[in-house]
């Protein structure tokens, strides 16, 4: 049995302190010791994307991490984005636009291309869709995901 | 104003989009992890299993009193299969279920999972279907001596005097590799024993909770009001998630037996390998055509893999028997002979997977279609405009019913929005310079909505159709309808509101549509084979005008009026004609707590229907425009068009959602995606490296038009939308890319059309002409 | 899909990594960026007994060019490449291959020495280190050692290093203006690796090509040259028929791999096209 280790993360600006074996996985952490579970596991290794948060402000695979490794980083997930009932503007154009259908992918995409815009505000079409190829939906074909992401694009530039 | 046809947004994304979904993994967390312990071989006899001390594990000898899994088809020549829950003394496919850890955690059970150690003598596994036709071929089943499970054939009576009569003959050979419907979100399964009340609750990520509780109950012969089966939030399923496997069951029985709360949430790898797979089928088909080039009979020989198991309760017979009766698709055709077959091998179970047969199927008579036109040196429009049925009712050759569709407009269209004239101006200029540009189309139809009459014909032992709605106006006017259906990310729990909305005269904000849960909805067959939007919606209507008579009888009491001059709108009901007016709320409030006054019918308002047509079909045309690099092999796809022809559309928004992701997963299964076994049975795609679905790079924007035929085979005039889109791309993007390499000589009959496999027909074909 | 158990280090110095390294006794991983490493534990095909973790290191975060070369330390992560930092033909040379390496949040996290120590046959950057002649900075209890890159890649992700090394940095030679790059791959889908590239890069002097070096990834077990089309195009001015019989010549010098994504005739073929449009757009520049 490895030693576990204290471990405490800073997710949507609160603290959670944990006790965690050092392979424990970032995202797991999240869903299950922060009870965050809108970041979803779809493949563990890397591919997907819909376990996609922003770590200091920068798209990551939480997959890809280990828990530890996030002591004192500032970690954004999706439920950081809506302020109450008001939705982010990235949200409001994913429901405006019909960008998801099962959900499921979701928030990885909305972490990614919330990251990706407030990174890049007037990042062009071609490179908009190669950043947004990180990750991957099943139900949309993408089309409406790209037209909310290129909504939200206006909207959010400061 | 009328809700049906307004592109509202869906009621539940707020939810998803802020993170608040609740799929079966969130509410997992916390309980006691199952992992399998799953075969490493295809074919072999269990000669032992020794497990590491201390460890809970699970094999064949602990759970003998779960029966097998033992779907039943009658006729067909269908040959049962009994699935086990834990493989028993033999293994059958890679990825079975072999053995069953419980843990604390995932990584315990995992680590535990590692140490079991299986002492499995390997036999010659079959695996690729037309081997394991041979016969000399192992054997996947005793009781299936050719490995066949399921045959049929059929041959019309005047087939051999219209076939000697043929002035050309055109054949295909159509190999259709093997995918895997991959939703985003795994399978699983999290069962919860509940000790006050003996119950077990199982929330699982399926399409049709009722018979999968069915079938749980069935083969651990427990009484199904005991078990509530929960489809919480379901991320995708495609098919995938419509049938009972081992894992459910397990997890059910290991939660009564240890009195807990147990998940076992599939991982990617397990999804890929074990999961089920679908369209490995070998088409040969021959079409004879009179001078006219138009088709007089077709003859075809189906072979589909179904691998080591027939699923539960669809069976095995999906694939192949769906593949006999559609072949014709759009065409006019009286003669026609076809045999069928389902081939057991050592691989992974086959299920439904959107689409069914028919992407495979239209890519074979698609195929057809422009080798004949070049035969007769006919345009492709035109060869098809000689052959694709234009008078409706149509009775097929193997009996179906063609409702209404425009089977030839969808295609003109397509070609007038390309503007195939222009493109081949330009399709010349770009081959003068080296580059290949080609354009294919792909016209099919697509039956959807079908209940109970439709499914009979198939002979299953468990007959699927009809859809319940039972619905309530609460005293506060707002609408509940719990459903059979189970939608997991269609929408269409907005659609039905919609639907209901416009019967009752109420926004849909105030209806509440309640599925996914045993213990709170009527009995159905969930959502699958396109058939929700029709067959729960015309529940819905149905219930909903009842509904609205029995608040036309309160309102036309308590405005003094007859009932059938009242109306319901805005949210008031009022005399048709006349002044004043009573809000809905108020009829609501004086049906519970004044029914005193309206006498019959009792109090409150519930109303319940069911609704179970005998089908509808879509229709369209998808067409693409591709270019190839011939030095490469790779394909991008220009233009990709739809037109397509599913009826009113209820929700514009909705229905163009749908097709977007059923044409990508069309596009994935004509170029990207394979599950490929090795000669040994062993999956050499176990990750999202190997088996690629597209990301948005190599998807194009999808153009759509719609034709709206009204048909009488479906009372909300909504026929299904749900699998269309996968069914015409293979066609369109083979026939496009076929067209593109023309000055090569180069056709392709096999999907996925990977760079390689093109790389090495046009090297091929180069060599022959050198 | 979840890891192994492991022992885990979080040194604060090349030292202390170097150490811990050494008391793993070669049971030990560096962890860096994780983004090949992780998947891989995920899968359970590597378990080290011990990972160290090298990014609260801050001595191995940085990236400058100084005396002709540039110089990129081990916490240097591939998004730092894709706005040029410095001037002239490298940067834009890393600026352009750094698009095509998996993804935006991989590139986040990955690391350029960390592609170089996992050594996969179609990375980028190791490519980028076989055509430019790169040089590894390795430390262990011993000191630090130089490996040239004719040395250090071996084969499917193996390199000279041993087991008690750390990679701390790699040099890449800054190239004078008179130097052009190209750059071509194919892979099914965007991020993916490739199954052919090609790195080219060119002194040009008076209009002919004075220096050729021409790397081919994703083809063999590890990146290799093409010197006989190196050598070929030596004095001339890469018109298209220079290109077409380079190209030649660098595929028909490779033993390509053979799997079930590309058949070794298939990445051949492939090579060919790659290298000639690598070469294409190096002399469009």
């Not at chain 2, 002492?119 to 050719?146: F, M, S, T, Y």
């Not at chain 2, 193997?398 to 503007?419: N, Q």
Request: net charge negative; with cysteine.
């Amino acid at each position: 049995m490895t030693e576990k280790l204290d471990v405490t993360l800073s997710v949507n600006g609160k603290r959670y302190e944990m006790k965690v074996e050092p392979r424990r996985m970032l995202a797991d952490a999240i869903r299950e010791e922060c009870g965050l579970t809108g970041t979803h596991l779809g493949c563990e290794h890397g591919v997907c994307g819909a376990c996609t948060i922003l770590m200091d402000d920068k798209p990551v695979r939480s997959c890809l991490m280990f828990a530890v490794q996030a002591e004192g980083a500032e970690l954004r997930t999706v439920e950081g984005l809506a302020k109450g009932n008001e939705l982010h503007p990235i949200q409001q154009a994913f429901w405006d636009h019909h960008g998801l259908q099962c959900g499921f992918c979701t928030p990885g995409f909305l972490m990614l291309a919330t990251g990706v815009l407030e990174q890049n505000p007037n990042i062009g079409d071609e490179e908009l869709v190669h950043a947004l190829s990180s990750n991957l939906c099943r139900c949309t074909g993408y089309q409406n995901i790209l037209k909310a992401v290129k909504a939200a694009r206006e909207e959010m530039k400061p | 104003m009328k809700w049906v046809g307004q592109p509202i947004p869906r009621l539940r994304d707020p939810v998803l989009l802020k993170g608040k979904g609740r799929f079966t993994a969130d509410i997992a967390v916390g309980a006691m992890a199952i992992r399998f312990v799953r075969s490493p071989v295809a074919r072999g006899t269990i000669c032992g299993i020794e497990i590491p001390e201390g460890a809970v594990v699970f094999t064949a000898a602990d759970i003998t009193d779960i029966k097998p899994l033992r779907p039943i088809l009658h006729g067909r020549n269908y040959v049962p299969t009994d699935q086990p829950i834990l493989a028993n003394k033999r293994v059958t496919y890679v990825g079975e279920p072999v053995a069953a850890v419980i843990a604390a955690t995932q990584s315990e059970a995992e680590d535990i999972a590692e140490q079991v150690m299986l002492d499995i003598d390997v036999l010659d596994p079959a695996i690729d279907v037309d081997e394991a036709l041979k016969p000399d071929a192992p054997r996947v089943h005793d009781q299936a001596p050719g490995n066949v499970l399921v045959e049929t054939s059929l041959k019309t009576p005047g087939f051999d005097a219209v076939w000697a009569k043929a002035a050309q003959v055109v054949e295909v050979d159509i190999r259709s590799r093997r995918q895997n419907a991959m939703p985003m979100e795994t399978r699983n399964a999290h069962a919860v024993f509940d000790h006050s009340t003996g119950r077990v609750t199982l929330y699982t990520s399926v399409q049709n909770p009722h018979p999968i509780r069915t079938g749980i109950a069935d083969v651990l012969g427990m009484p199904e009001t005991d078990l509530r089966v929960v489809a919480p939030d379901v991320g995708g399923g495609f098919g995938q998630k419509m049938a009972l496997v081992p894992e459910y069951v397990f997890a059910v029985w290991v939660a009564r037996k240890l009195e807990a709360s147990v998940a076992w949430i599939e991982d990617r790898n397990e999804n890929l390998i074990a999961s089920f797979h679908s369209r490995d089928q070998h088409h040969t088909v021959k079409a004879a055509f009179d001078e006219n080039a138009k088709l007089i009979a077709l003859e075809a020989d189906l072979r589909c893999n179904v691998g080591a198991y027939s699923n539960y309760p669809i069976t095995c017979g999906v694939e192949p028997l769906m593949a006999m009766s559609e072949l014709p698709g759009p065409y006019d055709l009286r003669e026609y002979s076809v045999r069928t077959r389902g081939v057991t091998t050592n691989t992974c179970p086959m299920a439904p997977y959107r689409g069914v047969s028919r992407p495979v199927l239209t890519l074979s008579m698609e195929r057809i279609m422009n080798l004949a036109a070049d035969r007769f040196g006919l345009d492709p429009v035109e060869m098809r405009r000689r052959n694709l049925i234009t008078e409706f009712p149509y009775k097929t050759v193997t009996g179906s019913l063609y409702d209404a569709g425009t089977y030839w407009e969808s295609l003109e269209r397509s070609a007038e929005v390309l503007d195939l004239k222009g493109f081949r101006e330009r399709q010349k200029k770009a081959r003068e310079e080296g580059r290949y540009l080609g354009i294919g189309f792909s016209v099919f139809n697509e039956r959807s909505g079908y209940g109970t009459p439709t499914f009979a014909a198939r002979g299953m032992e468990i007959t699927p159709g009809y859809e319940t709605v039972e619905m309530a106006m609460d005293p506060s006017g707002y609408v509940i309808a719990r459903i059979g259906a189970s939608p997991h990310g269609q929408g269409l729990e907005t659609g039905l509101s919609q639907i209901i909305a416009d019967e009752l005269g109420i926004e849909p904000s105030r209806i509440r549509i309640i599925s996914g849960d045993t213990d709170a909805t009527p009995y159905g067959w969930g959502t699958f084979a396109s058939r929700s939007l029709v067959l729960a919606g015309g529940a819905s209507k149905l219930a909903a005008e009842q509904m609205r008579e029995r608040l036309n009888k309160i309102a036309g009491h308590l405005l003094q009026a007859p009932p059938e001059e009242i109306e319901l709108a805005g949210g008031v009901a009022r005399r048709r004609g006349h002044e004043g007016s009573v809000e809905i709320t108020a009829l609501a409030r004086a049906a519970h707590h004044q029914s005193q006054l309206f006498g019959g019918g009792g109090p409150g308002l519930t109303t319940i229907a069911t609704y179970d047509p005998a089908g509808t079909f879509s229709n369209a045309c998808h067409s693409a425009i591709v270019e190839v690099d011939i030095e490469t092999g790779h394909v991008k796809i220009e233009r990709f068009l739809v037109v397509e022809d599913a009826g009113i559309l209820i929700n514009p928004m909705i229905v163009d959602g749908q097709i977007h992701g059923g044409v990508v997963q069309g596009i994935a299964n004509a170029l990207f995606e394979e599950i490929i076994y090795d000669e040994t049975g062993n999956i050499l795609t176990g990750s999202l490296m190997d088996f690629i679905p597209p990301t948005m790079s190599e998807v194009p924007t999808i153009e759509i038009e719609h034709l709206e035929t009204l048909t009488d085979a479906s009372i909300t005039k909504a026929k299904g939308i749900g699998e269309g889109g996968t069914i015409g791309p293979p066609a369109a993007i083979i026939n496009a890319i076929s067209d593109a390499l023309k000055p090569f000589g180069v056709e392709i009959f096999e999907i996925p059309a990977t760079p390689p496999r093109i790389r090495q027909l046009i090297r091929e074909a180069a060599k022959e002409k050198s | 899909m979840k890891a192994p158990q492991f022992a885990y280090r979080a040194p604060r110095s090349i030292k202390e990594a170097v150490t811990a390294l050494a008391e793993s006794e070669g049971m030990g991983k560096i962890l860096a960026g994780g983004q090949s490493l992780v998947p891989t534990m995920n899968f359970r095909l590597a378990r080290p007994d011990m990972l160290i973790d090298i990014n609260r290191i801050s001595e191995l975060d940085f990236a400058r060019p100084e005396n002709g070369k540039l110089r990129i330390g081990a916490l240097t992560r591939h998004a730092a490449f894709e706005r040029p930092f410095f001037e002239g033909p490298l940067a834009r040379l890393l600026a352009d291959v750094v698009q095509h390496i998996a993804h935006v949040p991989i590139r986040t996290r990955g690391t350029f020495t960390g592609s170089l120590a996992h050594a996969d046959p179609a990375s980028e950057w190791c490519l980028v280190a076989c055509t430019l002649d790169a040089e590894m900075v390795a430390h262990s209890l011993e000191g630090e050692r130089i490996i040239p890159a004719a040395e250090y890649f071996v084969t499917t992700l193996t390199t000279a290093l041993t087991e008690n090394e750390l990679l701390v940095e790699a040099r890449l030679p800054l190239l004078d203006d008179s130097w052009k790059h190209g750059f071509c791959e194919f892979n099914r889908r965007a991020g993916d690796f490739a199954l052919s590239m090609s790195l080219v890069a060119l002194k040009i002097e008076n209009g002919r090509i004075a220096e050729a070096r021409i790397g081919i990834g994703g083809v063999e077990d590890k990146p290799v040259r093409a010197p006989d089309a190196e050598a070929y195009l030596i004095g001339k001015t890469g018109e298209a028929a220079d290109r077409v019989e380079a190209a030649r010549l660098a595929s028909e010098g490779i033993q390509p791999m053979d799997d079930m994504h590309a058949p070794a005739d298939y990445r051949r073929d492939l090579t060919r096209a790659m290298v000639r449009r690598a070469l294409e757009r190096a002399l469009a520049r």
